[in-house]
């Protein structure tokens, strides 16, 4: 007879990173990704058979599990072959950001140690710099134009021998992904993200989103961001549903592809939507096919979501970080235009505490403090950093944000700020979010950024940043009245600067930290 504690379920199984195999065999002629750079369509056997070519490849230039594999590229097909591949035989992928610079990229190469490297034609320049410092031995061109004499993918896949993969054994502990984002010391630190977190962010997403197989998306998100692969791509694959893989940023070409394909989710960053909303052919584009918008990656003004509103469409706030997830909350249809600034409720499997920062004591409701998740989409430490590591991840799996929030009566989430951006005048807690959302209404303000500053009597003022619309004006002294009438005086910022426009980063979102 079978007793408790006599039998456990191996964390090892053979579908673990077999994403374009699994799904090949369930759907294989359903369309999977346009690919709206070249016109051109493939089925998920499609994506299988370059997946398989790809990982054989791989395998013959010597990779195995646990090696990373580098990837610097914009969006295009071989992106998603190399995330395919690699979650075959267990290599780990490491997608650097295209907006590096040199020092960049050198320091984040040697950090992690690519044993092989995927590089975009258009990027050339800055790669014969890193292999002229013989920083990495084998080196490969994405699509079929050569530089340098390196090999390219279409070379090596239209030769790839027909041998089967040797697909190791993988557990969900296994890395998949290093994805690198901000810390304390200022410097990028690489999130180490399992098959396990992929896994369940996936399974949170389309549960709780109420995703389905119908759905389509145009990917607006970088493939270098956990937002490209985590916040629909991989939820879209284990659906078998469609995404348009698109280029740099283009207002108007979103807008052609939203209704050319008709869209049923658009997920992007404050400031897309806002270029998309003045964009000359947003009142003319059909978006009747999208059942909703969702903003990420930096809080939504509310003024924002009403350019959509306005066109009869759902537009509401998500919130994630590439440590958990990213996708952690939903907000409930009907909850949108009565709770707009909420995130909404956690995901179904998902924990979620707030703290007090001085105290770590859990604060009452109503009360704003440090959010922590936990579940098993958070990711496994950051690489070869066990100090940072400790810092965020408490010994019990509790995941500093580093976000602070307030929980409502109702139970309903709302992100207040940046921990690190809240700044303190006159012995007063300051939140630019709330200011950043009131010059967003006004009429001539185009972008907004608050940070604290320095002052000698007040300890901390805040310094507004803005842009403004085209053929507008504005004065400090029109500003703080309309401030003054609707925030209180010590959050009104003492210092107003007007620019041309606001740093901004790959995905779109403001770099306050490049303010000043």
């Known amino acids: 007879m079978f007793k408790a504690g006599e039998f456990s379920i191996s964390e090892e199984f053979s579908w673990i990173g077999d994403w374009s195999g699994r799904r090949a065999s369930l759907t294989p002629n359903q369309h999977a990704i346009f690919d709206n750079l070249e016109k051109k369509t493939y089925t998920y056997k499609e994506l299988d058979i370059r997946a398989n070519k790809l990982a054989r490849i791989l395998l013959d230039y010597g990779i195995s599990k646990g090696d990373r594999v580098g990837m610097f590229s914009t969006n295009r097909i071989e992106c998603i072959d190399l995330f395919l591949a690699t979650g075959k035989i267990g290599a780990i992928l490491v997608p650097f950001n295209v907006r590096l610079s040199i020092q960049e990229l050198e320091y984040l190469i040697k950090?992690?140690?690519?044993?092989?490297?995927?590089?975009?034609?258009?990027?050339?320049?800055?790669?014969?710099?890193?292999?002229?410092?013989?920083?990495?031995?084998?080196?490969?061109?994405?699509?079929?134009?050569?530089?340098?004499?390196?090999?390219?993918?279409?070379?090596?896949?239209?030769?790839?021998?027909?041998?089967?993969?040797?697909?190791?054994?993988?557990?969900?502990?296994?890395?998949?992904?290093?994805?690198?984002?901000?810390?304390?010391?200022?410097?990028?630190?690489?999130?180490?993200?399992?098959?396990?977190?992929?896994?369940?962010?996936?399974?949170?997403?389309?549960?709780?989103?109420?995703?389905?197989?119908?759905?389509?998306?145009?990917?607006?998100?970088?493939?270098?961001?956990?937002?490209?692969?985590?916040?629909?791509?991989?939820?879209?694959?284990?659906?078998?549903?469609?995404?348009?893989?698109?280029?740099?940023?283009?207002?108007?070409?979103?807008?052609?592809?939203?209704?050319?394909?008709?869209?049923t989710i658009v997920i992007g960053v404050p400031t897309m939507f806002l270029m998309m909303a003045n964009s000359p052919q947003f009142d003319t584009t059909n978006l009747d096919s999208v059942r909703i918008f969702i903003s990420g990656g930096a809080p939504c003004p509310v003024a924002i979501m009403e350019k959509y509103w306005a066109r009869n469409k759902l537009f509401k706030m998500g919130y994630g970080l590439t440590e958990v997830g990213p996708n952690n909350f939903y907000l409930p249809e009907k909850k949108i235009k009565e709770k707009p600034t909420s995130v909404g409720l956690p995901v179904l499997h998902c924990d979620m505490k707030i703290i007090d920062t001085k105290t770590n004591e859990i604060v009452k409701q109503g009360e704003v403090g440090e959010l922590l998740l936990k579940g098993p989409h958070i990711f496994s430490g950051y690489w070869n950093e066990p100090e940072e590591t400790k810092k965020t991840i408490e010994p019990d799996g509790w995941v500093h944000t580093g976000d602070l929030v307030m929980q409502d009566e109702e139970g309903f989430y709302y992100i207040v700020g940046r921990r690190k951006e809240m700044y303190i005048s006159g012995g007063e807690n300051v939140y630019p979010v709330e200011i950043e959302e009131i010059l967003f209404k006004h009429p001539a303000i185009d972008l907004a950024a608050v940070i604290g500053v320095p002052d000698e009597k007040w300890g901390e003022v805040g310094k507004a940043f803005m842009t403004l619309k085209p053929g507008k004006a504005i004065s400090k002294v029109e500003i703080q009245k309309y401030l003054s009438e609707r925030l209180a005086k010590y959050k009104i910022p003492k210092y107003f600067v007007i620019r041309d426009s606001l740093p901004t980063s790959a995905t779109g979102k403001i770099l306050k930290r490049e303010l000043e």
């Open 111 to 263: 950090k992690t140690g690519p044993s092989i490297f995927f590089y975009e034609p258009r990027l050339e320049s800055q790669v014969i710099d890193i292999k002229n410092k013989n920083l990495i031995e084998k080196n490969i061109v994405m699509g079929e134009k050569s530089v340098q004499n390196d090999p390219t993918t279409r070379q090596l896949m239209n030769k790839a021998l027909k041998l089967g993969i040797e697909k190791p054994l993988i557990n969900f502990e296994d890395p998949h992904l290093i994805l690198f984002t901000g810390g304390t010391t200022g410097l990028p630190k690489g999130a180490v993200l399992s098959h396990r977190l992929i896994f369940w962010n996936s399974v949170n997403t389309i549960l709780s989103w109420s995703l389905n197989s119908e759905d389509i998306q145009p990917l607006l998100f970088p493939l270098f961001h956990t937002g490209g692969w985590n916040v629909l791509l991989v939820p879209f694959y284990h659906l078998g549903a469609k995404t348009i893989l698109m280029g740099d940023f283009n207002p108007e070409e979103t807008l052609r592809v939203i209704d050319g394909q008709r869209s």
